[in-house]
């Protein structure tokens, strides 16, 4: 079965700080990989999606992935973060299992506090 | 831009009784999900659901839970007798059909209290 870790569960930085959220999954299987996003209030937002090709995937606002397979890692990126990213980030697995069906595997989510 | 809508945004009920919620997928989707979040913690899987029948499901879904299209464009997920331990934010999710690595669009979440 597939599971997915997310190291850091609660991050506070200033603006203009970089960030890096570490997430890693475990599946045997080709995987698509994803980061949501959730600001406070609202559902669930994609932030980039990983299916195929260059691993540097880059999604909306700024932020970026690297999808390293070697280690089955998909670590988020953003090099200055702003007071409107705070948010809770979900690293996601979509793994298709031996019946064709596919079903998406949440991290634990990780808290990100913007301080202006 | 298509998006799946989630009724009603927050249901507050009494241990025991029976919940509806409703989804509306994206109109030429076939694949449909149910996730739940309960409060601090992560996202889980519920159901997927396509052509009509389960296609898989957790152990969190047991007999308490049904889903069902009753209609080409609802899809709804019932828990016949709620439990305190339901509480919890429950979101809607679909994708296209044909293509089995597929992006799943979530609905904003029905944030259900069970009293």
């Known amino acids: 079965a597939q599971s997915v870790s997310q190291h850091n569960h609660h991050v506070i930085l200033s603006e203009a700080a970089s960030l890096e959220l570490g997430c890693n999954y475990s599946?045997?299987?080709?995987?698509?990989l994803f980061w949501y996003v959730q600001y406070p209030g609202q559902h669930l937002q994609l932030l980039l999606k990983?299916?195929?090709?260059?691993?540097l995937v880059k999604g909306i606002k700024g932020f970026e992935a690297e999808f390293i397979k070697s280690k089955f890692s998909f670590n988020l990126r953003k090099p200055s973060v702003q007071w409107s990213d705070t948010a809770e980030y979900f690293c996601?697995?979509?793994?298709?299992?031996?019946?064709?069906?596919?079903?998406?595997?949440f991290g634990i989510g990780t808290k990100l506090q913007v301080i202006p | 831009e298509p998006e799946v809508t989630q009724t009603p945004s927050h249901q507050v009920t009494q241990m025991g009784q029976e919940v509806i919620l409703r989804c509306v997928p994206i109109?030429?989707?076939?694949?449909f999900y149910w996730y739940r979040q309960i409060l601090g913690q992560k996202v889980e899987f519920l159901v997927s659901?396509?052509?009509?029948?389960?296609?898989?499901k957790s152990e969190i879904f047991d007999d308490q839970f049904s889903v069902e299209r009753p209609d080409g464009s609802n899809f709804t997920l019932k828990i016949r007798s709620t439990k305190l331990e339901d509480s919890a934010m429950y979101f809607c999710?679909?994708?296209?059909?044909?293509?089995?690595?597929?992006?799943?669009?979530f609905g904003p979440g029905t944030r259900l209290t069970v009293l």
């Open positions: 996601a697995v979509n793994a298709v299992n031996s019946g064709g069906y596919q079903k998406v595997t």
């Open positions: 659901f396509y052509n009509n029948e389960i296609s898989e």
């Open positions: 990983y299916f195929s090709g260059d691993p």
């Open positions: 599946y045997g299987g080709t995987v698509n």
């Open positions: 109109s030429n989707h076939l694949y």
């Open positions: 999710a679909s994708s296209e059909e044909g293509v089995p690595y597929n992006e799943q669009f």
